[in-house]
């Protein structure tokens, strides 16, 4: 089949170009290659395709033309065909997620026979430099005819045969290789797919029921993009196959993507919105009863789809705050034990099949017992370090709802009086400048031990003073509020070389006073709390601390440049985790399928960890990097 012809096909709908959640990933250099290879005649390889029924009342200006209502998704070559497409239409295909400018603007020499993109200074007023597009859309009789002066359009003539060898391109044929049966499912098609491309990016499950869902309705990742752009307004920051999941799980009760082969597209729009409510349901009882306010406090994100069959099939209606409470029970305990941090999609399966056997909430706790032995938990537990531990949103949330207090205003520290808008700083008790210049390493500074939470302006307030130097200040100013942050009161744990004396004793009073909480909640004891809309917040106008720039706000900024080259942004504080949920290291700044899904090796930014962190990660097969500067090097090299 030709280029045009495969082009017309996708413009009337029997072809599509699902972009994946990769998103179109070439640059500039591999769109010169591939235009230089048809140019010349080179092999540029085949198309797979999936011939995949749809429901054609749906479809653009209800049909896809075709009479028995399939569509061939692309599989296998359709980064080559959105190039093609937007060199020859001029613009991006439907479903395109990338930069366009990687495609657009494509210019070739008549007398080099070369392409480039278009430079101003070196092509303007020089006719031997062509636009590949205007050309492509045009038509070569027509091009030449239409040239803005005589002597253009001789110097045309001229070099007709390169013009119409150009031209020619859209009638290269290309073999398209169908996979075709009812036998095909998303299953079957996925490991054909990544058999015939075992070199190259592999195919998710994932990928390819959101690619047949797009293929009937063209809004579907329009419509979720926009959903989890709400959420990250509000704080939350979301994947799209992590949606996908709660709408698979919604739809289906299942945990695995091929079941939505099953679901009529009339159903799956339903299933978005309701599903979309039901996130935010989870996300404000989250919020406003545990305080677990924004995205990096979050904990366990794959407990949601769990807790979304849940209330559906419960009806939240006919849920008092004592259930919801036992359930947020099993959700603390999911990222506490790393519920869903090892085999994710079986143990989201496992968890299902619980609650569809009728076991309920107690069911959930009791696997959660069965695999840990025991929910108690010890001052050993809070040994973690650095704001990537498991047990750091658990500080956050006791700090939060245990009636904590700052220390500088006397207020307790819950949303409900400071404000839905208010995100608390965190603050080392022993500041980390005394502590390196007593010897500590890196794990003993950021003890989770270490941290507490308190208004920005007590933070700034403290600055870098010693404990033994500013705990009488609070503690005249007002009294009782050190305690309420499980603060020891013994005077000789302010020294310095009693540092970790200090950690030891304020892990016991954390354990104690962490497993109170946890018993409170599972019985129901707890008081009464009104349910505020955080997911239907801004809180884009909050501002971080100005005077030094944080860690976190290193890894923020870093992951705000990737997004702005057009890659993946990365995971925050990733999970490092054997099969069975066992936490390996906590990675500051993770790209598990690489920077673009698949087209490169797992990559981590690490910074300032301790070399044993280094080749437990480098071990995990990732490739790291120690300092932002070489990072970036790297992605740029990368995107040449």
Request: charged letters at 25%.
């Amino acid at each position: 089949m030709t280029i045009e012809t495969i082009i017309s096909q996708i413009e009337l709908g029997n072809y599509a170009l699902p972009e994946f959640q990769r998103g179109y990933v070439w640059n500039r250099d591999q769109v010169r290659k591939l235009m230089n290879s048809l140019y010349r005649g080179y092999p540029i390889g085949g198309l797979l395709t999936w011939v995949t029924p749809v429901d054609t009342s749906i479809m653009r200006n209800g049909s896809t033309g075709q009479a028995y209502g399939n569509v061939d998704l692309i599989l296998d070559g359709q980064q080559r065909m959105t190039t093609l497409y937007g060199i020859i239409k001029g613009h991006a295909p439907t479903f395109f997620e990338g930069n366009a400018s990687v495609f657009t603007g494509l210019y070739f020499n008549l007398e080099e026979e070369v392409f480039e993109f278009y430079l101003p200074m070196k092509m303007q007023d020089d006719p031997s430099w062509i636009s590949v597009t205007k050309l492509m859309k045009a038509g070569a009789g027509t091009f030449v005819t239409e040239a803005v002066d005589k002597d253009t359009q001789l110097f045309y003539l001229q070099n007709m045969e390169k013009i119409n060898k150009l031209d020619n391109i859209k009638k290269t044929d290309l073999h398209v290789q169908r996979v075709v049966g009812e036998d095909k499912t998303i299953d079957v098609v996925v490991e054909i797919f990544n058999n015939v491309n075992s070199g190259g990016t592999k195919l998710s499950k994932g990928d390819l029921a959101l690619a047949k869902i797009c293929a009937q309705w063209t809004e579907a990742r329009t419509e979720m993009r926009n959903i989890l752009a709400k959420y990250a307004k509000a704080g939350y920051i979301f994947k799209l196959d992590w949606l996908l999941r709660c709408i698979t799980v919604y739809s289906t009760r299942k945990a695995y993507y091929s079941e939505l082969s099953n679901v009529p597209i009339a159903d799956f729009k339903i299933a978005l919105k309701e599903t979309d409510k039901l996130i935010a349901l989870i996300l404000n009882q989250i919020a406003s009863r545990l305080g677990l306010d924004h995205d990096q406090v979050l904990g366990s994100k794959f407990s949601i789809p769990v807790m979304i069959d849940y209330v559906h099939y419960r009806g939240s209606k006919n849920m008092d705050t004592k259930e919801w409470d036992k359930l947020l029970y099993w959700y603390i305990h999911t990222f506490l034990w790393g519920r869903y941090s090892g085999s994710t999609e079986s143990a989201i399966a496992q968890d299902l099949n619980i609650l569809a056997a009728g076991n309920g909430i107690e069911g959930l706790i009791n696997q959660l017992k069965q695999n840990r032995g025991t929910l108690t938990l010890t001052d050993r537990d809070f040994w973690g370090w650095s704001a990537g531990s498991r047990f750091y949103p658990l500080l956050y949330m006791m700090t939060r709802v245990n009636h904590a207090r700052d220390w500088g205003n006397g207020l307790e520290l819950r949303a409900s009086l400071l404000g839905v808008m208010s995100k608390l700083d965190v603050h080392h008790i022993f500041p980390k400048a005394l502590l390196y210049a007593n010897g500590y390493s890196r794990s003993e500074v950021n003890a989770l031990a270490n941290y507490t939470f308190l208004t920005k302006a007590t933070n700034l307030d403290i600055s870098a003073r010693a404990p033994k130097d500013y705990f009488p200040d609070y503690m005249e100013k007002n009294p009782g509020t050190m305690e309420t942050h499980w603060i020891p009161m013994d005077p000789g744990l302010r020294e310095v070389n009693r540092y970790l004396e200090f950690l030891a004793e304020r892990r016991k009073l954390l354990a104690q006073s962490a497993n109170s909480f946890l018993d409170e909640l599972y019985k129901g004891d707890m008081a009464e709390e009104a349910i505020q809309d955080y997911a239907g917040r801004s809180i884009e106008n909050i501002n971080t601390i100005a005077d030094e720039k944080t860690e976190e706000d290193i890894i923020m900024e870093i992951s705000l440049w990737m997004d702005e080259q057009g890659l993946n942004s990365g995971e925050m504080y990733y999970d490092l985790s054997d099969e069975t949920g066992k936490q390996l290291a906590t990675i500051d700044l993770a790209w598990p399928e690489g920077i673009q899904s698949g087209l490169s090796e797992p990559v981590a930014l690490l910074l300032g960890e301790p070399v044993e962190v280094h080749q437990v990660v480098n071990g995990a097969g990732y490739r790291y990097f120690t300092d932002v500067e070489t990072f970036k090097q790297y992605i740029e090299t990368f995107l040449k």
